[in-house]
């Protein structure tokens, strides 16, 4: 079945170092993957797409990148903020599964000041 | 603020009961989610209804159904609740039929607690 899997130890960063999150997808190839900023108890909030023909996006401070060999997606945040502090979520999508987004278990991330 | 307007926030209920969770998209989305978010499951995709019709479906119980009215606003039915249900539903949506990328919006969820 379709797989996507996130670190699921939290990750604990100085502020204004650059923290990378790991997004692993098995047994299938998603069209897109997308990630997603969640606060506590809050609903997910859309950050960063990638498609399966692009190797990199950025936005900002943000930066994702898409490797269909390793299956893999690496998502940075350079010059962190303690702001930044949330769980980031990682989803993945194909094209004939309407609007279906698998989710990975996402990673803590815990900027300290 | 997404613009996708969830009710109720917060729900106890009993084992046994049933429940009704309400979404409204935001205005001119015409896909409506559902996902279910608990603890040791993380966010799972229940169901998809594009402009009034089921357009993708999740491993969504069969005690649970959705719909999609032609205002375009959802409803969940939660049925014969077990404890097990007992999570955060988030209902989101979307522009079109979805798999195109674009962006998908999350309300703040309604909290249900089965006791």
């Known amino acids: 079945s379709q797989k996507i899997e996130q670190n699921s130890e939290a990750l604990n960063i100085q502020e204004g170092k650059t923290a990378t999150l790991t997004c692993n997808y098995t047994n299938y190839s998603p069209a897109y993957l997308q990630w997603y900023r969640q606060d506590p108890g809050r609903g997910p909030v859309f950050l960063l797409l990638?498609?399966?023909?692009?190797k990199e996006k950025r936005k900002e401070r943000l930066k994702v990148t898409f490797d269909t060999t390793l299956k893999q997606s690496l998502f940075h945040i350079t010059a962190s903020q303690p702001a930044d502090s949330a769980t980031y979520l990682c989803a993945s999508a194909t094209y004939n599964q309407g609007g279906k987004l698998i989710f990975g278990q996402g990673t803590e991330l815990s900027v300290k000041p | 603020d997404s613009g996708v307007t969830q009710t109720p926030k917060h729900l106890i209920t009993a084992t046994g009961q049933r429940v009704t969770l309400r979404c409204s998209p935001r205005s001119g989305d015409l896909s409506v989610y559902w996902y279910q978010q608990s603890l040791d499951q993380g966010l799972q995709f229940l169901i998809q209804?594009?402009?009034?019709?089921?357009?993708a479906k999740g491993n969504i119980l069969e005690r649970f159904s959705a719909q999609q009215f032609p205002d375009l606003h959802s409803e969940l039915n939660l049925s014969s609740l077990e404890l097990g249900d007992s999570a955060l539903y988030f209902c989101?949506?979307?522009?079109?039929?979805?798999?195109?990328?674009?962006?998908?919006?999350f309300g703040e969820g309604s909290w249900l607690t089965v006791v």
């Open positions: 989101a949506s979307s522009v079109d039929s979805g798999g195109t990328g674009n962006t998908i919006y």
């Open positions: 990638i498609r399966e023909n692009e």
């Open positions: 209804y594009y402009n009034g019709e089921e357009r």
